[in-house]
């Protein structure tokens, strides 16, 4: 090996390329339906209510409870549609056989499938329900430091130590949290409206459900610091004392 | 095999080189074979607050770039023979720094010593990342005011996944909180943080509190690590502190608000 000169070591010391396994959270398009216009309208509230955290974010469009194995005759217009809405679809998971060819065709990937999936479709045991069957909750027992994500998917989340400034913890379900809250909640994110937020002390910097926000600055006065209960109710939110 | 402490915070100027000299120092002074490594590539700083800064010949990353073997690089301290620094690079960048290069050179003090002290450049980014991948022990230094505790609060959260004791899944990084600058004065008009807030915060366990003090500066002026100040009330605070990272129980001094008598203003302390 020839001696190399001081000037070509910097640029040998670290390899140019590396392959790692990322993890993200991917908002989810559940469709049962392939009503274009009522697609439409939906993803228009959907990107309404939270317009930068649609704006070029990654989509995987699910068709697990989609009722036929056929692919979706107007699928490149419904893919069409949700690029329209400003976000970008990666991805399809729970697809059929000919799903997934047509998913192919389009460039989309095939997202790795569901635990509970077999490779088959998973037909609905109740159409049109909001919640899956009942998973046991995620239960968080360290405090979330800022900057730290925690997502229970299909499930509630229970926190028994502190949510730190700057952090953020989401769950399709409800969200217990038995410690300070000082960071972000967002509970029922896959459109539950019928999730809850408990919180002993709270002081959170942005809370949700089902997509229905409120910043720290618009909580009620009386709330802050003490036990609370949060629902969504006629798409409002409503807070009452635990 | 050698312990590995990383001293680190997130927040810059809160005190993480002048902890690393202290503490670094204070091993020594208890008979521990140290070294203590600047792993600021660009911004170095050890070698100016341990005052040798006019005996850099080769630095860390000569060492990882195979240019100088760690004897010639190693620089002895003149106080105290148990002591030695490995200090950075000030021409090049955190680029030259590599997992497994920082892991051969770790390796190879390993071998000689009893303690390695990683001092930490500020921020979330490839320095200091590096510099607790193979941290056995944390001390996250923070000052009693709201964007430190929120900076070190960021950095424990990165302690417990971007380690390698979190990669391999191995028993956690032990984490110490260090609040360096604290002032009873200020906590007591309002101004700054409590104990018990930042406690309520980060909790972690409190390993020592280091006052305001001036004598970190005219210490820093004169490349003398602060422990070695005794009349100092810091280098008394980083003295227990010492003691306490070895197993000794000792309650947190210059914590509570001194009421001054007359000749206490007159001569100041």
Do not use: W
């Not at chain 1, 300070?180 to 002390?201: H, K, S, W, Y």
């Not at chain 2, 009330?233 to 009421?259: S, W």
């Amino acid at each position: 090996m020839p001696e190399t000169s001081r000037k070509t070591t910097v640029e040998q010391a670290t390899p140019a390329f590396d392959m790692k396994a990322g993890h993200f959270t991917v908002p989810t398009l559940l469709i049962r339906d392939d009503d274009s216009d009522a697609l439409d309208e939906f993803l228009a509230n959907q990107v309404a209510k939270l317009p930068h955290f649609f704006e070029q974010a990654p989509l995987v469009i699910d068709l697990s409870q989609y009722p036929s194995e056929q692919p979706l005759e107007n699928f490149p217009m419904i893919v069409g549609m949700i690029r329209g809405h400003g976000m970008i679809p990666v991805g399809v998971r729970g697809a059929s056989q000919e799903q997934r060819e047509h998913a192919r065709l389009l460039e989309l990937a095939v997202m790795p499938r569901l635990r509970n999936q077999q490779g088959e479709k998973s037909v609905p045991a109740a159409p049109k329900s909001a919640s899956p069957k009942h998973r046991p909750s995620l239960v968080v027992e360290e405090p979330v430091r800022s900057g730290q994500r925690i997502y229970a998917e299909g499930r509630d989340l229970v926190l028994l130590a502190g949510v730190s400034s700057g952090a953020e913890v989401m769950a399709d379900g409800n969200i217990h949290a038995y410690g300070p809250v000082r960071g972000r909640m967002l509970a029922g994110v896959r459109e539950n409206t019928q999730a809850r937020i408990f919180c002993r002390d709270m002081g959170a910097e942005l809370v949700a459900i089902a997509g229905r926000y409120r910043v720290n600055e618009d909580l009620p006065p009386r709330h802050i610091g003490r036990s609370v209960q949060i629902s969504l109710q006629d798409n409002a939110l409503q807070f009452a004392s635990l | 095999m050698a312990r590995i402490i990383v001293v680190t915070s997130g927040k810059g100027g809160v005190g993480k080189t002048t902890t690393s000299a202290a503490f670094a120092m204070g091993l020594a002074e208890r008979g521990h074979r140290t070294v203590v490594i600047d792993f600021d590539v660009g911004l170095r700083n050890l070698d100016l607050i341990m005052g040798c800064e006019r005996r850099v010949v080769y630095d860390f990353v000569n060492v990882i770039q195979g240019e100088a073997g760690l004897r010639q690089s190693l620089i002895k301290d003149k106080r105290n023979p148990n002591l030695f620094v490995l200090p950075a690079s000030q021409t090049r960048d955190k680029d030259a720094l590599t997992v497994e290069g920082v892991g051969k050179v770790l390796d190879e003090l390993s071998e000689d010593f009893d303690f390695i002290v990683c001092d930490s450049p500020a921020g979330i980014e490839k320095g200091a990342t590096m510099a607790m991948y193979y941290a056995d022990d944390a001390i996250v230094v923070s000052n009693p005011e709201v964007s430190s505790v929120r900076d070190s609060d960021r950095m424990i959260g990165i302690l417990s996944s971007k380690s390698r004791r979190a990669e391999r899944g191995e028993e956690p990084i032990n984490e110490y909180l260090l609040v360096t600058r604290y002032s009873p004065e200020r906590v007591h008009k309002g101004e700054m943080l409590s104990l018990e807030d930042v406690q309520e915060i980060l909790a972690l366990n409190l390993i020592g509190v280091i006052p305001e003090s001036e004598s970190v500066l005219n210490s820093s002026n004169a490349g003398v690590p602060v422990i070695l100040d005794e009349s100092s009330n810091a280098g008394q605070a980083y003295n227990d502190m010492v003691d306490r990272y070895l197993g000794e129980e000792l309650p947190h001094r210059f914590i509570t608000l001194q009421k001054k008598g007359l000749l206490g203003r007159l001569f100041g302390g």
